[in-house]
Each structure stands twice: as structure tokens, then as C-alpha cells.
């Protein structure tokens, strides 16, 4: 079945810097790569996905690469603020609708004043 | 739509007790999920359905049974408590799990559940 690696588990980046956050995944099959946000003490949101035909989506200051010949897809986010820091966990799913969605263990960012 | 609704939002328990968690939602999804989140970690999947009448097992499905006999609810139940149950609840819907379009999973708010 499918398998999610995340690194690193943790991640502080100074405000206003970049962090980027990796994951692997093993099923090539695998099309559908979410990633969720979840703040402290609060339910998990997504915040952007992507499929496998495209490399690469931005939302303002989001984005998310993917490379399926490596199996591996990126968040990258772009002039840090405060209220990024959170835990990010990022998924993988296959093109079959029942296919279960597997996630990451998370990342937690801290964003540093 | 009041989205994905969970009740209660704490519980204790003593070792032993049963209980269960109520999960509702109100956007139509057929699939619906239960995960547990220990303090510090991921999400992990206790029980699935893909609609009314089928459930599946998760990663984590032991101590827990659950049911759906309706569209909107998912029940978790709990039996015979354990302090190793101690966690986060969080139930999640979704227009379908993999293929196509609206795999995004609706999170409700969670249940802080403690067993001493």
C-alpha cells in the first residue's frame, strides 16, 4: 500500500524567510498530493493541493511542487509570517475513487520574531 | 452548513466506561473518516465509510466500533476505556477519497477525550 514520508518533523525559519517542507511517496500510482494546515488547538484545514499533471501550483504565498519520477512533492512558503506557524501534513491518494488517502506524520513550523 | 459537527468537545472517563462520539455533517459526502491524534502527532485513521451501511477498518481499529446506518451521522464508539485511548478525536468527510475532483477532507472540531 501507500506510504507518506514527511521531513523534517520539525521546522524554525526566522519571519519573513522561506521554509519548504518534502514529502516521499511509494505508490506511483498515486495522483492526488493535498496539504493541511493545522493550528494549535484547532481541526486540520487544507490550505493546497495538486495533481499529478501538473509540477508545480501557487496560491499567493503557498506553493507545491511535484516531482513523479522522484515521487516526491514540496510546500514551499514564502515570506514567512507569524501566523504560519502550525503543523503541516502532507497526503497522497491514487485515481481510484475509493482509494484511501494517506497522510504524512506533519511537520510543526515555528515561525521566529 | 454548519460542515462536519462533533459532540462532545471534552469527556473523561474513567478506565472501563464506554462512550461514544457523535460525528454529523451536513454536505451530503459519502465517505466519512475517524482519526485519532495523540499529543504531538499525526492523524491516524481509526475507521472509514464509504457511504450509508459500509464501514472499514484503519490503521488503529482496535477498542473502537462505529456505524452508519444514515448519510450524515458516523458514531465512534468506545468500549471499555483505556488511558492508551487518551487523545483527540477528529471525524472528517469527503465527496470521495481518491480519483477525480472534491477529495478535499471537512474536518469537524474534535473531542478532547481523557480516560484515567
Known amino acids: 500500500g501507500e506510504n507518506v514520508e514527511q521531513h523534517p518533523s520539525t521546522l524554525s525559519v526566522q519571519e519573513g524567510d522561506s521554509a519548504v517542507i518534502k514529502c516521499t511517496y511509494s505508490d506511483s500510482a498515486s495522483n492526488y498530493f493535498p496539504w493541511y494546515k493545522q493550528e494549535l488547538g484547532k481541526r486540520p484545514q487544507l490550505i493546497i493541493d495538486?495533481?499529478?499533471?501538473?509540477g508545480e501550483k501557487k496560491d499567493q504565498r503557498i506553493a507545491v511542487t511535484l516531482n513523479k519520477t522522484a515521487k516526491h512533492f514540496s510546500l514551499h512558503i514564502t515570506e514567512t509570517q507569524p501566523e504560519d506557524s502550525a503543523v503541516y501534513f502532507c497526503a497522497a491518494t491514487g485515481k481510484n475513487r475509493d482509494d484511501k488517502i494517506i497522510f504524512g506524520k506533519g511537520t510543526r513550523l515555528h515561525i521566529l520574531p | 452548513n454548519a460542515g462536519v459537527t462533533q459532540t462532545p468537545k471534552f469527556r473523561i472517563l474513567k478506565i472501563g466506561q464506554s462512550m461514544t462520539l457523535q460525528c454529523t455533517q451536513d454536505m451530503n459526502h459519502n465517505y466519512m473518516y475517524w482519526y485519532r491524534q495523540d499529543p504531538g502527532m499525526g492523524l491516524k485513521l481509526i475507521y472509514y465509510s464509504v457511504g450509508a451501511g459500509i464501514t472499514d477498518k484503519g490503521e488503529v481499529p482496535n477498542g473502537y466500533n462505529v456505524s452508519r446506518s444514515t448519510t450524515e451521522d458516523f458514531p465512534l464508539r468506545l468500549e471499555l476505556a483505556a488511558p492508551s485511548q487518551t487523545s483527540v478525536y477528529f471525524c472528517?468527510?469527503?465527496?470521495?477519497?481518491?480519483?477525480?475532483?472534491?477529495?478535499?477532507?471537512?474536518f469537524g472540531p474534535g473531542t478532547r477525550l481523557t480516560v484515567l
Open positions: 472528517a468527510s469527503s465527496w470521495s477519497s481518491g480519483g477525480g475532483v472534491y477529495n478535499e477532507q471537512f
Open positions: 495538486i495533481r499529478s499533471n501538473v
